[in-house]
């Protein structure tokens, strides 16, 4: 796998830093059930399944008032609130691992490769998805909304990271399947890795000019 003329080793980095949905774990329709049943209750315009999931991205806040329309704004304190209790409950429903994720975990925790997560989920629903799918095991760090004052793009989640496991950022790379990854990534001077069959756009995704990019995480194995 190629990109900017370089040749892409995982086994390079000391650090490697991974979004979670759209990259890890497909949970768009948990997401989807959830934001359906927001805008029920209250009583919103109906949006598709593919409406929604074109807006998940940047956590809770963004796709509510994406998917909220004209009541978006003036609910939206009570909408998290009713998002929050409804989603921690309903998280990992039906939420699936993508493929090769194991494998990739697995692979990297064998040559002594340390793991984090960054994501823009609240901490309760991120830990019961970890459990719940068998990948709580394996991360040294897991930063979530509630651990950041600041979403992604902007590197904080990642420079939390990089200061409690003691790795310096030349040594750390993020996979992410967003621009606010690849760009979080950039604001926080390590490599990127975009996935192209997560929630974000292709077009967005090459606009954010990541390092390397893949179609899947066969591809990040040692051969």
């Known amino acids: 796998m190629e990109g900017k003329q370089r040749i892409f080793n995982i ?27 927001i805008l029920s209750y209250f009583d919103c315009e109906t949006k598709t399944d593919e409406e929604i999931i074109r807006g998940i991205g940047g956590g809770a ?6 998917c909220m329309g004209d009541k978006g704004e003036e609910n939206i304190d009570n909408a998290l609130v009713v998002f929050r209790e409804y ?16 494998q990739l975990l697995d692979f990297l ?5 340390k793991l984090a997560l960054c994501t823009l989920k609240i901490r309760e629903a991120t830990i019961r998805i970890l459990i719940d ?5 394996y991360f040294d760090i897991v930063i ?6 600041i979403p992604k793009p902007n590197p904080q989640g990642i420079l939390k990271i990089l200061e409690q496991l003691k790795v310096s950022a030349n040594r750390a790379v ?29 077009e967005a995704i090459i606009s954010a000019k990541p390092g390397f990019i893949v179609e899947s995480l066969k591809e990040l194995l040692g051969k």
Request: with cysteine; proline share 2%.
């Open 11 to 37: 086994l390079d980095y000391e650090l490697v830093i991974f979004d979670l949905d759209g990259t890890l774990v497909d949970t768009a329709p948990d997401i989807v059930k959830t934001i359906k049943y």
């Open 61 to 66: 806040r963004k796709v509510l008032l994406k």
């Open 87 to 102: 989603y921690v409950e309903n998280c990992a429903k039906t939420s699936t691992l993508y493929p090769y994720v194991i």
């Open 109 to 113: 925790k064998d040559h002594n490769i």
């Open 133 to 137: 799918l068998g990948l709580s095991k």
């Open 144 to 149: 979530t909304a509630d651990d950041i004052s």
């Open 174 to 202: 993020i996979i992410g399947d967003t621009m606010s990854d690849i760009m979080a990534g950039k604001n926080g001077n390590i490599e990127t890795v975009a996935v192209m069959y997560g929630y974000d756009s292709e």
